[in-house]
């Protein structure tokens, strides 16, 4: 009669730490279900995560000043051209900087450039792609000012002008833009600052870094609340088991 007794009070309270299991798993905003229109049930099929991936080129380190005395947006002290004194060029790149080949060593310049900033991120690692934004950390636009305009290019096509941004000669700020997804697909996103746009621009400009934010579902599954609990339930068996044996 002893053993009975004990399996049957084993078994009523896997019962209650199955209710209670279950009601333990409530609604995450980071979770979405799959469910087959099918099944009348609404078994879950899968469950995603959304995922964030940044890929930066370049340090936010205040254009080469360090980011306590240039923060975002600042402006930048006041440095003499070591050629012509004239307070105009600087150049703050770190050998990995000067070294770079992917945009990272246009940053920390200033001067009048052109650049491109290739991006680059595992696109196998999403199931599908739902928001990605392009910020760059950018110093010196004086667009329409001495009649030059300056433009950026997303995949080798023409997306906006800085026309209406005039931050003076060391002022700076974040731009931030969203980016077609149908550009990502191959997961990679090269961006052109055309500083010379049509023989126009001649702005000395300063880039402390670019970022791309890519936002997506995961192309992994994480165990279902179901699973999780089966699980429990064998690790629970295992152990009356054992304990009987003994």
Do not use: C
């Not at 799959?34 to 609404?42: H, I, R």
């Not at 990679?188 to 010379?196: A, E, G, H, K």
């Amino acid at each position: 009669m002893r053993k009975p007794r004990i399996l049957l009070i084993a078994l009523f309270g896997l019962t209650l730490l199955a209710g209670s299991a279950t009601a333990s798993f409530g609604p995450s905003p980071l979770i979405n279900h799959s469910y087959d229109d099918n099944m009348d049930d609404g078994t879950i099929l899968s469950t995603s995560v959304n995922i964030t991936v940044v890929d930066q080129i370049g340090d936010n380190d205040g254009y080469g000043y360090g980011h306590s005395l240039v923060g975002d947006g600042a402006d930048l002290p006041f440095t003499d051209d070591p050629f012509t004194g004239g307070g105009w060029n600087f150049d703050n790149r770190s050998a990995s900087e000067l070294a770079a080949t992917n945009g990272a060593q246009a940053t920390d310049l200033e001067d009048s450039f052109d650049a491109t900033f290739h991006h680059t991120f595992d696109i196998s690692q999403f199931s599908s792609l739902t928001s990605a934004l392009f910020t760059i950390d950018i110093s010196g636009l004086q667009q329409n000012v001495f009649g030059e305009n300056s433009f950026l290019f997303f995949e080798g096509m023409e997306i906006l002008a800085f026309n209406t941004i005039n931050q003076g000669a060391w002022g700076s700020g974040l731009l931030t833009y969203s980016v077609d997804l149908a550009m990502l697909s191959d997961g990679i996103f090269d961006v052109y600052l055309d500083n010379f746009h049509n023989e126009l621009g001649d702005d000395h400009i300063a880039v402390d870094f670019t970022s791309l934010t890519v936002n997506g579902l995961s192309t992994s599954t994480i165990p279902e609340p179901a699973t999780m609990l089966l699980f429990g339930f064998g690790l629970a068996g295992s152990a009356v088991i054992r304990r009987f044996r003994k």
